[in-house]
């Protein structure tokens, strides 16, 4: 079986070094959303149909094989908690691995929007993350989703039960993935290095 955690927020919020740090310490898997957009940005150009197309069928094959060859997996993710179809394909993630004996586990990262503003523009954020290079368009895009989404969930609102919500502000990527494991439970999986990490 494999389990998955999806680490999801508004851009800039910190997902990716979060997830980071929890594939360092549980050695899961991790697919990043960006994995699949800068893949598929390369190779057909920026948000043009077959560059979409590419982008769903990548992360579709990902999950699929993570489930067929039970590798624990995590995935970072931006939600629209108030568009329906964002939350019917992250439940038909949830049943994919739940159907086949695993776990899914939903981290969800705020932060104000000064503080995701100033992450925007960070190196490693930079280094990582082609799209995001042209600083002002980035910027720009988080100012519109801020208003046009609402990017973190309602008091209450809860996506399943295995849902965590950390105001990460003012704490660092291992506070919060500590947090995370030890409010699951979660334990190492028995792994080497190169399984989970390797070309990182």
Not at 11 to 20: D, F, H, L, R
Request: net charge negative; with cysteine.
């Amino acid at each position: 079986m494999a389990n998955l955690i999806i680490v999801c927020g508004p851009q800039a919020v910190g997902k990716m070094t979060v997830a980071e740090s929890l594939r360092d310490k549980l050695h899961y898997n991790m697919m990043m959303n960006h994995d699949s957009i800068e893949t598929s940005d390369r190779i057909f150009g920026f948000n043009t149909p077959a560059q979409r197309e590419f982008n769903a069928i990548f992360r579709k094959t990902a999950f699929d094989l993570a489930v067929k060859h039970n590798v624990d997996l995590i995935f970072t993710y931006v939600c629209a908690f108030d568009i329906k179809g964002e939350w019917d394909y992250l439940l038909g993630l949830k049943d994919q691995f739940e159907k086949n004996g695993g776990h899914v586990y939903f981290v969800e990262l705020y932060a104000d929007l000064e503080t995701r503003l100033k992450r925007n523009e960070t190196p490693y954020r930079l280094a990582r993350k082609a799209s995001k290079r042209d600083i002002e368009w980035s910027r720009k895009n988080i100012l519109a989703d801020a208003e046009k989404y609402r990017l973190n969930s309602l008091e209450g609102e809860q996506f399943c039960e295995n849902h965590i919500k950390i105001d990460n502000t003012n704490l660092e990527p291992d506070e919060v993935a500590d947090q995370v494991i030890a409010k699951f439970g979660l334990t190492p999986v028995e792994k080497d290095e190169k399984e989970y990490r390797f070309g990182v």
